[in-house]
């Protein structure tokens, strides 16, 4: 896989390469179960020790390239929701009278239309969040099933999703419930200090109002679960140390 990475072939040679490193993935995307982004894949490689972070772009690169080739589907990655799009009209293609008949029906499927409150009664109110996309491509199901809203940080997240989860924080306590966040990023010094400061990132804006009036969040009672990926996880697995501190602009950590 280095080798593919560091080649600078052309023309067919070039192309056989790609060929090999398309198949490569193919058969990794067996064992993973989800749809990594294009950087996700990144950090794949770099955990099995192919690249290090300032070869991620090469990594993108050659999936790219894989894509436009048709080597790879072009809907091999995850896309980040940032850049879908949105307002996109699908037309109906049912007649009018099959379209009729469907609405006279819908009174016979309310129930799967009505929104319960599925904390009503319980003693714990959970949020997550994750530092990458593919994370949240990978726990999204779980949390639709339990109903738990989740976010990618992308790193440190921003003022105003701090914001947001925290006010859902503080309506949760005001009905008694206790507030859990979970917490899931990489075990490496900047996933392990964002963990550190997620409790100080929202007290920084505990003094803050909402727009309607509504006071910031005091997170004092918050409980803070970083549940992976921690050295206890990677030891009880036996997942790979890899010494590889190398930042994606080539700096050694």
Known sequence: MMSLLTSHARGDARLELLQTFASELMDKTKIIGFKPSA????????????VTKDEFDTVERFINDCREKGILPLDFVAEEEARAFSGVEIPDHRSPGKY?????NVPLQAEEHYGLDWWDGEQY??????EKIDLRTL?????????????NSKGWS??????EYARRFREAEQRGLKSVLLYCGDHDPPGLRISEFLRGNLTSISSGKWEDGTPGYDPSNLIIDRFGLN???????????IDNLITG???DL
């Open 125 to 130: 109110y959970l949020q997550m969040v994750v």
């Open 139 to 151: 726990f999204t199901p779980v949390c639709e099933e339990y109903h738990i809203p989740i976010a």
């Open 231 to 241: 050295r206890d996880f990677i030891d009880k697995h036996g997942l790979t140390w």
């Open 158 to 163: 921003s003022l105003l999703q701090r914001a």
């Open 39 to 50: 950087r996700g894949w990144g950090y794949i490689l770099e955990q099995e020790n192919h």
């Open 249 to 251: 602009s080539g700096r």
């Open 100 to 104: 009729l008949r469907s609405c006279l």
